[in-house]
């Protein structure tokens, strides 16, 4: 009881003394943000993340350029609330520019249709703009629905509207490849002098394999046309708190994802949502990807595994939702609720992990907080960076970019606090993307020696082919099934366990009848990639009503 009440004092501390440990550098001079030059960047970094490198920039550009120089961060959310932060602010000022250039309403074709990565733009429409502004207004009025929205996807791509910030900076590859693929995010700014293309062209030697590969362990580190790159690197695991787990009996610790189906964790386990969380469905998507290289490895058919792969892991989730406490709308909170006490164990990223590890650490060296990436069970992905359209001050974001991927900035990833070049404050504990990194000789420097994730990668290879156009449809199918019925399917989940699991009932629970692979592929997916709100809430609504009532039936003892 004295351990716990310390733990939520020390919490406590934690609240009242941020405001003041985020405050301005002293050593940047303190500047006002009236007198400094600002750089605009929104992101779902936490606020060690954004002070580091916030302050570091600051002291950057103050040495090297003699400029006062200030970040201002934009955390509205998570890396799927920034993503429709980002869709509405654009839609507003296209709208703007639509009705200026054209006199014709701004209709929901017009609308969908600029920002429709896979439209193709009539031969009729491609003379009718040059930088985004109508060159001849003559017969407007007379093009064909499908024209008008070429004309507007050509418009937007042409133009250099902006929503007044100049960097998205962290999150996961997914949603920066649909930035991308929409148009919000660019290569290089109007002028082609700044941008992370313009970077690679300007040090082609940082973007080679010896220092930051293309790719690896199967997931891009890079957007072929750099509209987005790589920054530090993430993999996903499970973290556990030791102490609860001997209370339950589970001695032997958690190392593998199908060990969060133990019906022992009924109620103990911690998981964020994953249509707020990209990183969050991106971990789920790791379960789905083991499943199928499992089968593949003993030697089943390629479309065969990836079917029965898929069918596995969704009964997988399903047993580790029914063993949750809760879906978060924030990711931290699961790790912080694993270090309390109120959760057994969760799934989270790595550095979230080995951040409440160290918090946690007695003095012999040891924590109840323990994090493990299950071997052969996630990939190591990339955290990227990329310039939006019409960025305020391109320059400064070319050289935010630079300093992110310098080794000056990578240091920040995974020095340790208060030595020379790494952080002032706080150990960040993350992966830097650049491979010279872990060929530092002061290896005890480091915040985590012992890691090094381009070995870790060779364990597991992501194939995108299998799961990754599937991405939206995942995340559809634990609403459904998982997130919008759960009081049920846990109340359901507590009756087996008191039953003592009999086999039939399980298939019952488990029974994944209109999430299977083939249903997603025939009905699901199709729903979501035409756009249509009514059609998809009517299709999440019957199968959520679907599960629920089967959860009921089994709660309430019926077949």
């Not at 954004?50 to 040495?63: I, T, V, W």
């Not at 941008?195 to 997931?219: H, N, T, V, Y």
């Not at 939702?321 to 931290?332: G, L, P």
């Not at 989270?348 to 990436?373: A, K, L, P």
Request: net charge negative.
């Amino acid at each position: 009881m004295l351990t716990r009440l310390l733990i939520v004092l020390a919490l406590l501390a934690a609240v009242l003394i941020t405001p003041f440990a985020m405050r301005p550098d002293p050593e940047t001079g303190g500047a006002s943000m009236s007198s400094c030059e600002k750089l605009i960047i929104i992101t779902p970094h936490n606020e060690s993340i954004q002070s580091e490198f916030g302050n570091a920039f600051a002291r950057h550009m103050k040495k090297a350029h003699d400029r006062e120089v200030i970040v201002d961060w934009r955390q509205p959310g998570g890396t799927s609330v920034i993503a429709k932060f980002l869709s509405s602010e654009y839609s507003a000022r296209f709208e703007t520019l639509w009705k200026k250039q054209t006199r014709l309403p701004f209709s929901t074709a017009i609308k969908e249709g600029y920002q429709n990565r896979k439209l193709e733009i009539p031969d009729r429409v491609t003379s009718l703009t040059k930088q985004g502004k109508i060159i001849d207004s003559t017969g407007l009025d007379e093009l064909s629905k499908k024209e008008r929205a070429g004309l507007a996807r050509q418009m937007f791509l042409e133009s250099d509207i902006g929503v007044g910030i100049d960097l998205f900076f962290g999150g996961g590859a997914y949603d920066f490849s649909k930035q991308a693929s929409i148009g919000n995010l660019v290569p290089a700014d109007a002028s082609g002098k700044y941008g992370p293309c313009a970077l690679a062209k300007q040090r082609p030697d940082w973007f080679s394999d010896a220092i930051m590969p293309e790719s690896a362990s199967g997931e891009p580190f890079r957007d072929p046309e750099y509209r987005w790159v790589g920054t530090v690197l993430s993999s996903f695991g499970i973290c556990y708190n030791t102490d609860i787990l001997t209370r339950l009996g589970i001695d032997e610790g958690l190392s593998r994802w199908d060990d969060l189906t133990d019906p022992r964790l009924a109620g103990q386990i911690a998981l964020a949502d994953p249509t707020k969380s990209g990183s969050t469905t991106k971990a789920f998507e790791m379960l789905i990807q083991e499943q199928i290289q499992r089968l593949v490895r003993d030697g089943m058919e390629e479309d065969s595994a990836v079917r029965e792969g898929w069918n596995n892991a969704i009964q997988m989730i399903m047993q580790i939702s029914a063993n949750s406490r809760y879906f978060t709308d924030s990711a931290a909170k699961v790790p912080r609720d694993v270090a309390l006490g109120d959760a057994a164990a969760g799934m989270c990223i790595d550095f979230y992990g080995r951040t409440f590890n160290e918090i946690f650490q007695r003095g012999d060296g040891d924590s109840h907080v323990q994090f493990v990436i299950p071997r052969q069970g996630t990939s190591i992905g990339a955290d990227p960076i990329g310039m939006l359209r019409g960025a305020p001050s391109p320059e400064l974001a070319h050289l935010f970019v630079e300093f992110v991927l310098s080794p000056e900035g990578q240091n920040l990833w995974n020095l340790k606090p208060g030595v020379e070049g790494g952080p002032k404050r706080f150990s960040l504990r993350r992966p830097p993307i650049r491979k010279d990194f872990y060929e530092l000789e002061n290896s005890e420097l480091r915040a985590d020696p012992d890691l090094f994730p381009y070995d870790l990668a060779k364990d597991f290879i992501y194939h995108p082919e299998r799961t990754g156009s599937l991405f939206a449809p995942l995340r559809f199918v634990i609403r459904c099934a998982c997130i919008e019925p759960h009081r049920e399917q846990k109340e359901a989940w507590e009756a087996l366990i008191d039953a003592g699991m009999p086999e039939e009932k399980i298939a019952k629970f488990l029974d994944v009848s209109g999430i299977d692979y083939d249903s997603v592929l025939s009905e699901i997916a199709p729903v979501l990639g035409k756009r249509d709100k009514v059609a998809e809430i009517r299709l999440a609504r019957d199968l959520s009503s679907k599960f629920r009532e089967r959860y009921e039936k089994i709660a309430g003892g019926g077949k």
